[in-house]
């Protein structure tokens, strides 16, 4: 299997797992068919639109590849109608948006080290591909965005984006370690849910008052 095949499965695999967890997210919300689909579609591609437009790769695959908005469509009405068969939806929402989280790290980290993007630029691009959909999806169903709250969600896709950086530069970005960063993404993030690991937050104190 060539480097381009294996991206390209990577990618439809992050779009698929992406629009589930979009879709579930949404059946929870009790949205109708229509935005079920949206939502979906939505989480599955809105980290990777705006990959392509950082690297300047326009039209973006999702509007230039049909392959990605069926992809994401057919996923999302799919989970619409077998979600009776889906047993504790948050579970499930958690599960394979740790999934799509590391994924799209690998791919959209390796897309910008392809485009010619330094590291740096690299690891960021990679990092906001895989938070991006989660994003949208957590908007559009009225939640605070996961990468907004405590928990260990950017920074895990930022790990990631340096372990593919450095494998890129080592040449020994192939297959089985991009799966192998991809993998360390969805471990991290899981191990975070599972420990309840939290960034550190600002602790807020009373105003003193006249005269203190």
Same mark, same amino acid.
């Given at each position: 299997?060539?480097? *381009?095949?294996?991206? +390209?499965?990577?990618? +439809?695999? !992050?779009?698929?797992?992406?629009?589930? *967890?979009?879709? *579930?997210?949404?059946?929870?919300?009790?949205?109708?068919?229509? $935005?079920?689909?949206?939502?979906?579609?939505?989480?599955?591609?809105?980290?990777?639109?705006?990959?392509? +437009?950082?690297?300047?790769?326009?039209?973006?695959?999702?509007? %230039?590849?049909?392959?990605?908005?069926?992809?994401?469509?057919?996923?999302?009405?799919?989970?619409?109608?077998?979600?009776?068969?889906?047993?504790?939806?948050?579970?499930?929402?958690?599960?394979?948006?740790?999934? !799509?989280?590391?994924?799209?790290?690998?791919?959209?980290?390796?897309?910008?080290?392809?485009?010619?993007?330094? =590291?740096?630029?690299?690891?960021?691009? !990679?990092?906001?591909?895989?938070?991006?959909?989660? +994003? $949208?999806?957590?908007?559009?169903?009225?939640?605070?965005?996961?990468?907004?709250?405590?928990?260990?969600? %950017?920074?895990?896709?930022?790990? $990631?984006?340096?372990?593919? =950086?450095?494998?890129?530069?080592?040449?020994?970005?192939?297959?089985?370690?991009?799966?192998?960063?991809?993998?360390?993404?969805? $471990?991290?993030?899981?191990?975070?849910?599972?420990?309840?690991?939290?960034?550190?937050?600002?602790?807020?104190?009373?105003?003193?008052?006249?005269?203190?």
């Amino acid at each position: 299997m060539t480097t *381009s095949t294996a991206l +390209l499965l990577a990618d +439809l695999t !992050g779009v698929a797992v992406f629009a589930a *967890s979009g879709a *579930s997210a949404a059946v929870a919300k009790r949205l109708d068919l229509f $935005g079920v689909v949206f939502v979906g579609f939505v989480a599955a591609l809105g980290g990777g639109i705006f990959r392509d +437009l950082a690297i300047d790769e326009v039209p973006p695959l999702a509007f %230039a590849d049909w392959r990605y908005p069926a992809t994401a469509a057919i996923t999302a009405a799919a989970v619409f109608w077998l979600h009776p068969q889906l047993a504790r939806l948050r579970t499930t929402v958690l599960v394979l948006d740790a999934a !799509g989280l590391g994924l799209f790290t690998v791919t959209g980290t390796l897309k910008a080290l392809d485009a010619q993007v330094p =590291a740096v630029g690299a690891c960021v691009i !990679g990092m906001l591909t895989a938070i991006g959909g989660g +994003l $949208g999806r957590d908007l559009l169903t009225a939640e605070i965005p996961v990468v907004l709250r405590r928990e260990i969600y %950017a920074v895990a896709a930022l790990v $990631g984006s340096v372990v593919v =950086a450095m494998l890129y530069a080592l040449g020994l970005a192939d297959a089985g370690w991009l799966i192998a960063a991809a993998v360390l993404v969805f $471990g991290i993030r899981l191990v975070a849910l599972r420990r309840r690991w939290s960034a550190p937050v600002a602790t807020l104190r009373p105003p003193r008052g006249p005269g203190r």
